[in-house]
């Protein structure tokens, strides 16, 4: 397997360009921006709130798919090559309440964006897509009841000591995964991984229409996964705790037997000061330079740009914000050295005195 490289971009060893910038956020795009950066010379410091990068890739995309010695060995990589310096359990808040999101119980240190400014010469903002969707039936907040990050993040996070989760408790119970993307895959590896009695997953649609494709679907089956498709969850029954799940299957209402319901039915990115920073502005292309926010040296990339998306699309994304902030900068230097020269004019010239 290729070694990963956010470097890849390097021509060779960067002169120091005398400049800071701060990323918030260690997964693809942010790395991709780091990446970037650092190889023209730029000082870059990441800050995230895991205790390790990698983001999702990390701690949310199982081992077999993406092997966490490939993320250690390319970030260890940028410190020792490329000056990269990283700061982790490190969250850079806004005025939404801290603790809503997966992660942020690993925060020793909490900034506030106004710091992070104050830092550097630029920042990028790189946030990611932290919080499930949910679905919206009667029943969803019972015991047992978890969105699709709640649970694949502690399976991949419970090795960290400094991590205040437990592994989700489904050994022996029938687990019901709602959704067909690559998450509702890893929820269902995972739950069979963890001892489930049985684990049937639910979509709305046909399995040629799944986002996993059928070949995820065929691998599913042969380890056991039930796979039930056009179908809808209308309510989670019991009283203190999941026990079953109401769903219309081809039509017909039927109740299946579930101690334990994963919703992997997306994320949703929830970037901090988006109103602040004028990101739906962003979105639309409505700025003065690209990927700029309405703060003239803060830039925004990736997923709290874009809202989810596949890791190809956010380390795009995040090359072309540093690119973006790069040619700024530069854009910067260059006019203030135009004003110097002017004033040196104007001091030399008794023209332009008089």
């Known amino acids: 397997m290729p070694a990963m490289n956010f470097n890849f971009l390097c021509p060779g060893p960067a002169a120091p360009a005398g400049r800071s910038v701060g990323i918030i956020g260690a997964g693809p795009s942010g790395l991709a921006a780091a990446g970037h950066l650092s190889c023209l010379g730029y000082q870059v410091e990441v800050y995230d709130k895991l205790p390790k990068p990698g983001g999702l890739m990390l701690f949310g995309i199982p081992g077999h ?29 806004c005025s939404a309440p801290m603790f809503e999101e997966e992660g942020d119980h690993f925060c020793r240190e909490v900034l506030g964006l106004k710091d992070l400014v104050m830092r550097h010469d630029a920042s990028i903002i790189c946030t990611g897509s932290w919080k499930s ?11 047992g009841v978890y969105s699709g990050l709640e649970f694949l993040f502690p399976i991949r996070a419970a090795r960290y000591a400094s991590a205040k989760v437990k592994t989700p408790e489904v050994k022996g119970k029938d687990v019901i995964v709602v959704g067909a993307g690559h998450s509702a895959v890893d929820a269902a590896h995972g739950a069979v991984g963890l001892g489930a009695a049985s ?13 996993c494709g059928s070949y995820e679907i065929e691998r ?8 039930r ?11 203190e705790s999941a026990e079953s799940l109401e769903a219309r299957i081809g039509g017909e209402v039927e109740t299946l037997p579930a101690q334990a319901v994963i919703a992997a039915i997306g994320e949703i990115a929830t970037p901090p000061f ?10 639309k292309g409505e700025v003065h330079w690209l990927h700029m926010t309405a ?8 997923d709290a740009l874009t809202g989810p998306s596949k890791i190809g699309k956010a380390i795009y994304s995040g090359l072309k914000a540093a690119r973006s902030l790069a040619n700024w900068l530069d854009l910067k230097a260059q006019n203030r050295l135009a004003e110097y020269a002017y004033d040196d004019l104007v001091a030399k010239d008794e023209r332009f005195r008089k």
């Not at 969707?133 to 015991?143: F, H, K, N, S």
């Not at 599913?220 to 796979?227: A, H, P, S």
């Not at 179908?231 to 989670?236: D, E, N, Q, S």
């Open 220 to 227: 599913l089956k042969e380890m056991g996964v039930v796979w």
């Open 274 to 283: 988006a109103k602040e920073l004028g990101l739906e502005e962003v979105r």
């Open 295 to 302: 703060i003239e040296n803060v830039f925004v990339a990736g």
């Open 229 to 239: 498709e056009l179908a809808t969850p209308l309510k989670v029954l019991g009283s």
């Open 65 to 93: 798919r993406i092997p966490r010695q490939r993320i250690a060995d390319a970030t260890r990589r940028m410190e020792r090559e490329h000056g990269v310096v990283f700061h982790p359990q490190t969250k850079i808040c």
């Open 199 to 211: 684990v049937t997953m639910l979509y709305r649609r046909t399995a040629r229409e799944a986002p």
């Open 133 to 143: 969707r949910r679905m919206g039936i009667e029943g969803e907040g019972l015991a």
